[in-house]
């Protein structure tokens, strides 16, 4: 985050490898969002991108490491969500069910 609080998507695109139209897409907004200054501040811009972050951070260190992490958010199918993906989840806003079901399973429960 920069002094602002604001998330720094040069950053986070650079961390995981990805042009910032490739994060854009990881999170479910327009190329634009995170290419004009005031859509890249905007809350819903700034929300998502804390979203997919919190949760990736989540999973790293029992997936093996951020880039795996960010492959298991793009392309694991979660069984208790119908077989849909972490990306799917935050794109469709319900990060807040992804974070229950992460602390369900930090805690021992069955996926």
């Known amino acids: 985050m920069n002094h602002?609080?604001?998330v720094t998507v040069d950053k986070v695109a650079a961390t995981f490898g990805m042009s910032k139209g490739q994060l854009a897409e990881?999170?479910?907004?327009s190329r634009e969002a995170?290419?004009?200054?005031?859509?890249l501040e905007a809350p819903k811009t700034q929300s998502r991108l804390r979203e997919m972050?919190?949760?990736v951070s989540r999973?790293?260190?029992w997936a093996?490491?951020?880039?795996?992490?960010?492959?298991?958010?793009?392309?694991?199918?979660?069984?208790a969500?119908?077989?849909?993906?972490?990306e799917a989840l935050v794109k469709d806003g319900q990060a807040s069910a992804l974070r229950d079901y992460?602390?369900?399973?930090?805690?021992?429960?069955?996926a």
């Not at 990881?26 to 907004?29: A, Q, V």
């Not at 969500?81 to 972490?86: I, V």
């Not at 992460?102 to 069955?110: S, W």
């Open 26 to 29: 990881t999170i479910g907004l």
């Open 4 to 6: 602002k609080g604001v």
């Open 81 to 86: 969500f119908g077989g849909r993906t972490a």
């Open 34 to 39: 995170l290419y004009k200054l005031a859509r």
């Open 64 to 79: 093996g490491g951020k880039e795996q992490a960010m492959a298991w958010y793009r392309a694991q199918p979660i069984a």
């Open 53 to 55: 972050l919190e949760i």
């Open 102 to 110: 992460l602390d369900h399973i930090a805690l021992g429960g069955f």
């Open 59 to 61: 999973v790293a260190g």
